[in-house]
């Protein structure tokens, strides 16, 4: 006879309320059985449960099954922790239901809750690591009934193989020891990627400093320890923690191995660190290089010190963008015709779009046909379009001066065109951007010169900040401090800039102390401006060493205070996706008073989120609808700069409705964040760039849209095509880490809102796409590699067609209905004629048929026309070593492995699947759309250090190009296009163009 199922507890609840223990006993055992169907009968008598659980009557075991119960019943009403309270209390009772799988729903919510709990506290407490922490006091502020929970979901993680779960809970709680446990166990490379990709891609939400590096520490010792030593993971590491010794000694090891291969690698981990190190942190490395001999003897070390200088990688970069110039000189053309060039706010944008687009080429052919144009430049104009010099020789440091010399200021004497001289000194800033020690002395001569004028001091001060960015020169500090103090509005505001850049990321109080107490004193809003982004600078990647800092700034009653404590909210957590950091910003953009600090939080989630694109366009879809159109704006710019370069169509479907946004500002913001986005894009993998291109032409052409509007319009032309098309827009490194020169970049950037030449800055997020192999001897050979895609998805983008005359077609003549009539009457008189013979068949086809045939069709024997098959576009391209590879390209590399040349280290960088999206309304080819993630390609392209497989043949290398036709000069002025000195390319240098001067006219 089958027992009949149990529909209700009343039994057993009524058994609890008798006095004898083994009653209450076995009508707990009933309860426990019951509890997951009559719960909500049960939950009435959940107090005398609770009582039992208390009572010291009953047995150990009794009182654990009572609190089993009611963490049961808790778990239903969801009261979660309750739940874990009193499952805590059933010690081994609820490892047992674990481990016999029973409510397993119940079961897998109380060990989240469990995991939750002690990840929160561990977080709560003082690192682990730091030496100062009592590790007694840590362990003992934990409950150790939880802790034993925690200890078994270890164990039983580690036994079943499932490591990665396990390293998870200990990289969040801070467990050391749990992932040297695992480790030994493993140590093989994906669990070592997986844990180095949780560091530095800030999945962790919250690690402590000191138990992060330790972590690192301990891998930069397992990674060259691997079966296959990963070098280029070392690299990343290396960077992160920021240690010159460390790195120094590295590459000493490498170098002194007296082992070939190994010393290119330490020339590809020098290349590498050159990539993503800042100034003070190369020079530190090579400083603590042997020295080399007296009598320029070459040794060991002589390559490396030249890679650790930048310049070898800014030369080669710089021969890169020469070679593979695409800029379409018609959209340039177009564009000046259609924008009067008396308006000074479409003068400076066609100098920015000019000077996007040639940015590194050294390319000044659309300045010498447009002499004209140039010439009615006036005041800040000429000044912008001055500075757009340093974009286009940006990195050509061997003639910067010979280049920017007919504008530079006179050694003695008073400024003759200080809007030209103080735009020179700052083109001279961004030539030498972050490699700035061979023009420090002289743009510090220029500041300290008495009687300069203001506008001379706002171009060398900007200089001095973007060329010595993170040199924490105290001497370059002192200097611009000297200027700032004597309050001159336009001069202090570029010292303000210029002192956080110098000081960047030195967190550095007693400069904080000093620029905030003359941000209280000084009247001048422009120097309050400064002073405000100059701060932010000072804590760029502090962390929570800046809440202290960001905690005073933001709770300052002047807004432009405010303002500067947002961005240095977002710079000191830059790319970490901090929850707390990206909470606050997003109550301050709707709950401050000020709409200027509302637009910045916005703006700020793009630092704050650029390693996690994806979740940007959630996060701002609500802002992009707001009342508010400063808080529309905020949106448009943080999308554009977290998904620069991303195609990300869900970014693209929020913006492209705000181009027809009613406000004019926030069309330019939706257009140069469409222009970030689509930069480097196909059509045939983003179907919005033929439309965002078309947009803007069409705004640009229309002379009844706002200036506003035809000024991101303009703007975003430049940045779509930026680099000759050979860039990409992007705030992280090769090397996966955040980008700083980028970073500060775009934040300089977003300041042209309040000063139009600060929006050259946006070079410095400009990123090469090329892969670029040299060989040991630092040479650029030639060879080819394969591009497995289709052509066209990586093609440059076609040339814009002059538009053609149009032809002048005759009007057909009206015909009477009359005349129609009597024509089709005609018509069957011969018809009928035809049927009774007067008119003879005929098989023959005339001869005017046939020549009228369609294009791509043949005539068969019959006379009859087919068409013929189109021919089909191959599968895979070869590419010659420095060619474009855009971002999307690089998984699609390939060496082969019977070619002479193979890279040293792997060109696609570390791909990892991503959550596949939902299907969106436009069609795009699933080929062409590989999936988003800020680290798919880190590491992919660049330069790249090969090997040489049959050293004994002759190899060709790469020559220089040859130098274009000088244009007629007149008096001295500017040369151009000539190639940097630290690259080694065989063949004879072409001579130098002759110069010519720009006729800026004079200042007015």
């Known amino acids: ?182 480790l030994a166990r493993s140590p093989d490379a994906e669990i070592l990627a997986y844990i180095l990709s949780a560091l530095t891609e800030h999945t962790v939400s919250h690690p402590h400093v000191h138990f992060r590096e330790k972590v ?116 340039l053309k177009n564009t000046k015709d259609a924008l009067e060039a008396r308006s000074s706010i479409y003068h400076s944008a066609l100098s920015f779009a000019n000077a996007y687009m040639h940015t590194g080429t050294t390319s000044d052919t659309f300045l010498r046909d447009s002499l004209e144009w140039l010439g009615r430049a006036t005041n800040w104009s000429k000044f912008t379009a001055t500075a757009a010099l340093g974009l286009l020789h940006k990195g050509n440091l061997g003639r910067s001066m010979q280049i920017l010399g007919p504008y530079l200021p006179p050694e003695n004497g008073p400024s003759q065109s200080p809007f030209s001289e103080g735009g020179a000194l700052f083109a001279l800033g961004l030539i030498h951007a972050n490699r700035g020690e061979a023009v420090k002395e002289y743009l510090k001569g220029i500041l300290s010169s008495a009687g300069r004028d203001e506008v001379v001091q706002h171009g060398a001060a900007l200089g001095l900040g973007v060329s010595g960015m993170a040199s924490g020169a105290e001497d370059v500090y002192e200097e611009l401090k000297a200027i700032l103090f004597s309050d001159s509005a336009v001069a202090g505001e570029a010292c303000g800039h210029a002192m956080g850049l110098v000081m960047l990321g030195t967190g550095n109080r007693k400069a904080f102390d000093e620029m905030l107490q003359y941000a209280h004193e000084t009247q001048h809003e422009k120097i309050i401006r400064g002073m405000a982004m100059g701060m932010a600078f000072l804590f760029y990647g502090k962390q929570e060493s800046a809440n202290d800092v960001i905690d005073l700034l933001i709770k300052e009653k002047d807004p432009i205070l405010r303002y500067g404590g947002v961005y240095t909210l977002a710079l000191a957590y830059a790319g970490t996706s901090n929850n707390n950091a990206v909470r606050r910003v997003l109550h301050l953009a709707v709950s401050d008073t000020s709409d200027d600090v509302r637009r910045a939080a916005v703006t700020s989630l793009a630092f704050l989120l650029f390693k996690n694109p994806t979740q940007v366009p959630r996060v701002v879809q609500l802002l992009s609808e707001s009342y508010n159109p400063h ?222 045939l369609k294009e791509g069709e043949e005539v068969k024997a019959d006379g009859n026309a087919t068409p013929q098959p189109r021919k089909r576009e191959p599968t895979s391209e070869k590419l010659a070593n420095m060619s474009r590879v855009v971002p999307a390209q690089l998984p699609h590399i390939v060496f082969p492995s019977d070619r002479r040349f193979f890279p040293i280290r792997p060109v696609t960088g570390t791909a990892r699947p991503v959550p596949a999206r939902k299907p969106s309304k436009s069609r795009v080819p699933a080929s062409a759309t590989p999936p988003v993630n800020s680290a798919q390609y880190a590491g992919g392209g660049g330069i790249i250090v090969l090997i040489d497989r049959r050293p004994d043949e002759p190899v060709e290398y790469f020559e220089p190009d040859p130098e274009p036709a000088a244009a007629p000069a007149a008096t001295t002025g500017m040369d151009v296009d000539a190639p940097a000195g630290p690259i080694e390319m065989e063949g004879a240098e072409a001579e130098m163009p002759a110069p010519f001067e720009y006729p800026f006219g004079e200042d007015t």
């Open 631 to 852: 808080v529309r704006y905020g949106a448009t710019l943080a999308l554009g700069i977290s998904c620069a370069g991303t195609g990300l169509q869900d970014a693209v479907e929020l913006l492209e409705p705000m181009t027809k946004d009613p406000v004019d500002f926030v069309r330019q913001g939706a257009m140069i964040g469409l222009a970030m986005i689509l930069v480097q894009r196909t059509a045939a993998g983003s179907p919005a760039v033929t439309s965002a291109r078309a947009l803007y032409t069409k705004v640009i052409a229309d002379k009844h849209e706002d200036p506003m509007a035809r000024f991101g319009a303009t703007l975003a032309q430049g940045l779509i095509d930026a680099g000759g098309r050979n860039v990409t827009i992007s705030l992280q490194s090769r090397a996966g880490g955040a980008n700083m020169s980028a970073i500060v970049g775009m934040a300089l950037f977003t300041q042209f809102w309040y000063w139009y030449p600060l929006a050259h800055c946006a070079s410095l997020a400009f990123s090469p796409t090329a892969i670029i192999g040299v060989t040991g001897d630092l040479k650029v050979p030639k060879f080819e590699f394969v591009s497995q895609g289709k052509p066209s998805l990586f093609a440059y983008p076609s040339l814009t067609k002059p538009p053609t005359k149009e032809t002048v077609e005759k009007v057909a003549a009206a015909v009477l209905s009359t005349t129609a009539k009597a024509k089709a009457r005609a018509k069957t008189k011969e018809q009928e004629k035809a049927q009774d013979g007067d008119a003879m068949e005929t098989d023959e086809k005339p001869v005017n048929a046939l020549l009228e």
């Open 216 to 331: 690192l520490r301990y891998l930069l010792g397992l990674f060259p320890s691997l079966s296959a030593p990963d070098y280029f993971s070392t690299t990343r590491i290396l960077l992160l923690l920021n240690d010159a010794a460390l790195a120094s000694a590295f590459l000493k090891d490498l170098v002194e191995s007296k082992m070939g291969e190994k010393q290119l690698i330490a020339l590809q981990m020098a290349f590498d660190l050159v990539d993503s190190g800042n100034q003070e942190f190369l020079d530190q490395v090579k400083s603590q290089m042997p020295a080399p001999a007296e009598d320029a003897t070459p040794d060991p070390y002589t390559k490396l010190r030249r890679v650790l200088t930048g310049e070898e990688s800014v030369a080669l970069y710089l021969e890169f963008l020469k070679r593979n110039n695409h800029v379409d000189m018609l959209i």
């Open 1 to 182: 006879m089958v027992p009949q199922m149990q529909t209700s507890a009343a039994g057993a609840l009524a058994l609890l309320s008798e006095r004898e223990p083994e009653i209450q006993e076995y009508a707990l055992q009933s309860l426990n059985d019951l509890v997951d169907q009559c719960w909500a009968e049960v939950s009435e008598e959940i107090t005398k449960i609770e009582t039992l659980y208390e009572s010291t009557s009953l047995s150990q075991s009794s009182r654990a099954l009572a609190a089993l119960i009611a963490s049961k019943v808790y778990y239903s009403l969801q009261e979660y922790d309750d739940a874990l309270t009193f499952a805590l209390g059933a010690g081994d009772l609820f490892e047992r239901e674990r481990k016999a799988r029973r409510s397993p729903e119940y079961v897998e919510t109380i060990i989240s809750k469990c995991i939750d709990t002690y990840i929160a506290k561990r977080i709560a407490m003082a690192d682990p690591e730091d030496p100062n922490t009592d590790v007694k006091t840590v362990s003992s502020a934990i409950d150790q009934r939880l802790q034993a929970i925690i200890e078994g979901i270890f164990q039983a993680d580690i036994e079943e193989g499932e490591s990665k779960q396990a390293l998870g809970v200990a990289l969040e709680s801070s467990r050391f020891d749990v992932i040297q446990r695992i």
